[in-house]
């Protein structure tokens, strides 16, 4: 990481200067962001927001604290690689399970009521990701977020004790929502709880208050779909078993007894079972079967014979019926181009809602915040115009119905007792199948304004457009410390425009690369100059970064041209850290392993959280000027000012 640019700052670097004001105790009449929910979807935007100090954000919670046990676990690699955006996915790795393997259980064909390993696989295929599956209680996940939301230059803590009431929308105001809370108040005294009403505008709001959102409710919008009738229920126990598996990822199916998911969790000792219970009735809620935690362990002891299963602690239970549900949209903006700009928007399970056993609610719900955050914040700060807000509904509500789709298939086939021809269980063929999706790393948002076309994916074919960036190993030229591309991306609302060398020595008159970026460093007509704001450094919206063919040895970093090694800050301090060069010590080359034409080079062009928005030739000059204008604002431009 990088820091005292503009002077020596002792203590922890994480801790970011704080903005003034900072935040109050009480709720002030307006703010830019009011977030609704501090579920995962809501601690990520939080957590995003709250890198702008220019920026005002909220975050409102209706629970009287922060979350301690239960609900979701999985982290996807794709999140994974998110958490190191946002500098703490290390701290997870330390202290998560991580799944390695996952084994396939069915009942012995010999004697049905025993069951018998039929597969094992690795969970992740090698390569996918740089980063593990891992298994972590959501409530460490928040802690963490509310741990980078504490170091951030407002302090932002979430407000405790506050439902949402009601909202309004008043078009053309600068603040247009209109939020009315009801905050209960502890007496210090007698411990009673009194509410008072608290009013907030705000320029957007964001509901991320789960399945029973009031934001949605007061959107006028609902969830729908069809439920699979079926009961199921979730323990987070301590357990004395023989059973061999306990500490891998496991799916059994028991012949008459059902089906059992093991999610081994952090600790070494805790395991989550989710355990296949009864078919509902059409209609039938499965609180009205009485189902008790005995059930659940009773269930689980039939399908794990003959081996034993004895539960010592319960830590955590639940019990619910499967249902996949979806909105029509995910903002209250009309379809019509000339109706008012979305003003209110929704997240996570507040838009969609499926069963929790493929391990993909939290990771699609952080990961519809992650693409809100970074547009909410360029329009805010006025690098974009607010046409922009309406690319996220269409652009999360397609994966959404990807996700409801794979659930769907996903309950169908845990449930079924029947083998394939081959004696291949067919929910094994079917994880391996979608081993990319359930890693969370098929998600391929379509050409538009912020996604470029495929006329010159040949030249990175690692680099799929629309797909998230797949890191690989390089090195750093200034210091030869060896690390992943793409954890240089960090969730600070920038674009990233990689350039990979052609063939010709960077510093020589025939470099594609010299010439781009002399294009870049100086011509009013180079995105970096028109859409910097006069004053700021030269990678405040586009962060240009140059990786070369040659090895870290055989060239100096005064070589490269000047924008790969600009002068920041009020001491105009060079960054060093903007050039990189393959691994060949460890034979990671990644102009090989992502497919990148060494003879041509290219662009790739990577959105703020982390998607490749294009792929163009170095000398691709004029279309890259013209993608950039699609979608940020000339701060060059007479008369433009800078939002206050």
């Known amino acids: 990481m990088q820091f005292h640019l503009n002077g020596f700052q002792p203590g922890d670097p994480d801790i970011s200067p704080a903005a003034t004001p900072a935040q109050s105790d009480g709720l002030p009449e307006a703010v830019d962001v009011l977030i609704v929910g501090s579920g995962p979807a809501g601690l990520t935007l939080a957590a995003q927001m709250s890198a702008f100090p220019d920026i005002t954000t909220r975050l409102v919670e209706s629970k009287p604290g922060p979350m301690q046990k239960g609900q979701a676990d999985g982290v996807s690699c794709r999140s994974m690689e998110m958490f190191e955006a946002f500098g703490f996915a290390h701290k997870v790795m330390r202290e998560a399970y991580w799944v390695n393997e996952t084994t396939f259980w069915k009942s012995d064909p010999e004697a049905a009521d025993q069951i018998i390993r039929t597969g094992r696989i690795q969970d992740v295929e090698d390569g996918m990701s740089e980063m593990p599956h891992v298994i972590l209680n959501q409530a460490r996940v928040h802690d963490m977020y509310l741990d980078v939301m504490q170091r951030s230059p407002h302090r932002l803590q979430p407000d405790y004790n506050r439902r949402l009431d009601s909202l309004t929308i008043t078009p053309g105001d600068t603040h247009p929502v209109t939020a009315v809370l009801i905050h209960k108040i502890e007496s210090p005294d007698t411990g009673e709880m009194s509410e008072i009403r608290e009013t907030v505008k705000a320029r957007y709001l964001v509901g991320c208050d789960g399945a029973r959102s009031a934001v949605r409710g007061a959107m006028g919008l609902e969830l729908k779909g069809d439920s699979a009738n079926k009961a199921w229920g979730v323990m987070d126990v301590l357990a004395v078993t023989d059973f061999p598996d306990i500490r891998q990822k496991t799916l059994i199916q028991a012949t008459g007894s059902g089906a059992l998911l093991i999610i081994p969790r952090e600790g070494g000792y805790m395991a989550r079972i989710y355990v296949e219970m009864e078919t509902l009735g059409e209609g039938e809620r499965v609180r009205n079967r009485n189902i008790s935690l005995e059930d659940l362990i009773a269930a689980a002891q039939q399908i794990f014979r003959p081996h034993k299963f004895d539960v010592k602690d319960t830590i955590w239970w639940s019990v619910y019926e499967i249902g996949q549900r979806l909105t029509d949209k995910f903002d ?238 009020r001491f105009g301090l060079i960054d060093q850290e903007k050039a990189f060069c393959p691994d060949f010590k460890n034979a990671a080359d990644i102009f090989d392993m992502r497919g990148i034409d060494r003879k041509e080079g290219c662009m790739v062009i990577v959105r703020p959280d982390q998607y490749v928005a294009h792929v163009l030739p170095l000398d691709a000059k004029a279309e890259l000027s013209a993608f950039f204008r699609g979608f940020l604002l000339n701060r060059r431009s007479a008369g433009y000012w800078l939002p206050g």
């Open 332 to 569: 209250n903006a009309d379809e019509d181009p000339d109706a008012p700009l979305p003003s209110v928007f929704i997240a996570g399970d507040a838009c969609h809602t499926h069963s929790p056993k493929a391990g993909q609610g939290m990771n699609v719900s952080m990961g519809d915040s992650f693409n809100l955050g970074w547009k909410l914040a360029a329009v805010i700060q006025g690098r974009s115009n607010p046409d922009l807000l309406r690319s996220y509904s269409g652009e999360r509500a397609a994966v959404a119905h990807q996700l409801i789709a794979f659930d769907q298939e996903w309950t169908k086939i845990l449930a079924e007792q029947s083998r394939e021809v081959g004696n291949t269980p067919k929910f094994q063929k079917y994880f391996v199948e979608h081993g990319r999706y359930t890693a969370g790393l098929s998600v391929r948002y379509s050409q538009s304004s912020l996604t470029g076309a495929a006329t010159w994916q040949n030249l990175a074919t690692g680099f799929d457009i629309g797909m998230r960036f797949h890191s690989a190993p390089v090195v750093r030229l200034a210091d030869a410390k060896p690390m992943q591309l793409g954890h240089s991306i960090r969730a600070d609302g920038r674009w990233r425009l990689f350039l990979f060398a052609d063939g010709n020595h960077p510093s020589s008159d025939d470099s594609r690369l010299k010439h781009l970026c002399d294009f870049l460093e100086a011509d009013p007509s180079s995105p970096v100059m028109a859409h910097t704001a006069a004053g700021e450094d030269h990678d405040a919206v586009i962060d240009v970064r140059g990786v070369l063919q040659c090895g870290f040895r055989d060239i100096n970093l005064g070589d490269l041209p000047a924008i790969l090694r600009p002068p920041k800050g």
